[in-house]
């Protein structure tokens, strides 16, 4: 079956501007997480959903960031009023029920750049 | 709060050395620990999990042991290749479904 999708995989924007990514987790997985990963650091945890449940938001950095997931499925994370220190790429990944046992697959990223 | 530390890198090693990267972590519950590995041009895919103290986790030659008196899941394989060059991501993941990350460590494998 398809791993998790992300689009675009390249974004550029200019700085003040909002930008919507996107992510496809693999079907029937009911935990998705968003992370941020910048230039020579580790993953930063962002959100995460699990099934209907409300999402663990505690990662996201400002309230320019938020999130959303469709019908269990699709998410998309929204960075309004970008700044230059939004940059970096930005990984969704899903796993089967979120348990702590459980293996997250990871989608190619979406590299964004803020000018 | 709950923590990875890993080595900082980059590692360089020769073509069939042995290789360790070393991993700690502090936790509050009893966490799953886990090796992903990102290689070039590639996204992050898991290479090995322990969901238990004293379990060993092993794939592609590689292997780690929960070892939760010394609060470590060390990565070692025995006999490095050109292929392992990438960078490895130790993360413990807990009941809170927060998943904590090491900052990465980059080896690099001279033929």
């Known amino acids: 079956g398809a791993g998790v999708s992300q689009s675009p995989s390249n974004k550029v924007t200019e700085k003040g501007k909002d930008v919507e990514l996107r992510c496809d987790p693999i079907?029937?997985?009911?935990?998705l997480y968003w992370y941020r990963q910048s230039l020579g650091q580790g993953l930063e945890f962002l959100i995460y959903f699990q099934g209907n449940s409300a999402p663990d938001k505690s990662g996201l950095p400002s309230d320019r960031f938020s999130a959303e997931r469709t019908g269990g499925s699709v998410s998309t994370l929204t960075i309004q009023r970008t700044q230059q220190e939004d940059s970096a790429v930005y990984l969704c990944a899903s796993s089967d029920s979120g348990w702590d046992t459980d293996t997250q697959y990871f989608g190619p990223g979406t590299r964004l750049t803020v000018l | 709060g709950d923590s990875v530390t890993q080595m900082e890198g980059p590692v360089t090693l020769s073509e069939e050395a042995f290789l360790t990267i070393n991993c700690t972590y502090t936790a509050t519950g009893y966490p799953s620990l886990f090796w992903y590995v990102q290689y070039p041009g590639e996204g992050l895919q898991l290479l090995l999990k322990a969901t238990k103290a004293d379990d060993k986790g092993s794939n592609k030659g590689f292997e780690a042991t929960y070892r939760k008196e010394t609060t470590s899941f060390h990565l070692e394989k025995g006999s490095v290749q050109v292929s392992d060059s990438a960078v490895y991501f130790c993360a413990l993941h807990t009941g809170g479904f927060k998943t904590i990350f090491g900052a990465g460590t980059r080896l690099f494998v001279k033929a």
């Open positions: 079907s029937g997985h009911t935990a």
